[in-house]
C-alpha cells in the first residue's frame, strides 16, 4: 500500500530550544495583534484555570431616574438592581500546516519564520472573525438610503452621514455610552471608500490630537471614529439582484465581552522532521501551527451596539 501525505505542502532536529520557542511565539503576536480589529473596544473578562468551560456574565438593567421629593429625614424605599445572567463558552482554536522536508530544503523562502508569519495572519483573522459573527448578531439594524430590508438593498444604497447619525440617535436614546466622546464603528474598505465623499468626513491625517488612535483607524464623523478592517462583515448576493451587502457595526460601551484563560495567549507550536517518531520514519515532514487555548465572546448588551447595512461601490 502506497503511503500518503494528507494535507502536506510539497514541492510538486529533535525540537526547538525554549529561546527559539520565545523567538516563534513573539513573531506570532506581533502579527497576529494588529489584526484583532473587532476585539479592541471589546469588555475583558479572564477565566482562572481549573474553573469549569463556561463564563458567567452578569448584564445589569439600566435603572429607572426618580423625579419624586424626598421627606425631611425620610430616604424612602430603595431599588433593586436587576440582572440577566449571560453564559459564555470557552473553546480551542488552532490551525497547523505540514511540509516535507525536501520542499524545506529546496525552497528558497520558505523559512520557519514565514510560515509563523503566515499562520499568525490566518489565525487573527480567524479569532477576530468569531467576534465579527458574534456583534453582527445584534438587532438593532438601520437599512440605508431608507431602505426596510437587507434584501431590498442596491449598490447605489451606499453610505450616507445620515445612516450614520441615525445610528448615533439609536445609541444615544439607548442610554450607551460613548468610548471616550466617541462612538466607535467598524467599517470595511468599500464603504470607507463611499463615506470619505461626504465633506464633513475627517481623515485621521487631519487630527489634531495625534494620540491615542485606533488599529485601522481611518477618520471621525458626527461622534463616530471609524475603524477600517477586509473583515468587515459582507452578506455577500443576500442584496436586491444578488448584490452583496456591507456591514457596519456601530458600538457604545460595554456592548460585548470576550473571555479567555488567565495569561491564555496564541501559541505557535513547531513540530520539527523526525519528531513525530514512526509516524514519520524518514524524518520527511515538519509541522508549524497556532492554538489559542481558550476563547469566548458574548454581546453583552445588544442595545449598545448598531448594525448598518448598505450597498456599495464596486
Known sequence: MAYTNTNTNMTNSTGLTPGMQTYYNR???????????????????????HNG???????????????TPLSEGNPGDSVMYSE?????QLNQYGQY???TDKLDMSHMDLTIDRKVKMLGDAGARSIDTLVREELATCTNVIY??????????????????????????MLKKNLAKPFNGYYIAIIGPDTTFDLQ?????????????????????VGRLFGVRFIETT???????????????????????????????TSAKPRVIVKPAGSAGTNDPLDQISTVGWKMDGFGV?????EFAVRIETGFTA
Open 298 to 302: 458574548k454581546l453583552l448588551q445588544p
Open 231 to 261: 473583515q468587515a462583515k459582507i452578506f455577500e448576493k443576500a442584496g436586491a439582484s444578488s448584490a452583496d451587502v456591507a456591514s457596519i457595526i456601530v458600538l457604545g460601551q460595554y456592548a460585548y465581552g470576550i473571555t479567555s484563560w
Open 53 to 67: 468551560l463556561v463564563q458567567n456574565f452578569r448584564k445589569l438593567i439600566p435603572l429607572e431616574g426618580s423625579t
Open 197 to 217: 465623499e461626504d465633506d464633513a468626513f475627517i481623515k485621521v491625517s487631519q487630527y489634531q490630537d495625534k494620540e491615542n488612535i485606533y488599529t485601522g483607524e
Open 97 to 99: 500546516a505540514r511540509t
Open 144 to 169: 440605508a438610503n431608507g431602505k426596510t430590508s437587507r434584501a431590498t438593498l442596491t449598490p447605489a444604497d451606499k453610505i450616507t452621514s445620515k445612516d450614520i447619525r441615525r445610528a448615533v440617535k
Open 84 to 88: 440577566v445572567a449571560v453564559t459564555v
Open 27 to 49: 513573531t506570532l503576536l506581533k502579527v497576529f495583534e494588529p489584526n484583532l480589529v473587532h476585539l479592541q473596544n471589546a469588555d475583558v473578562y479572564p477565566m482562572p484555570l
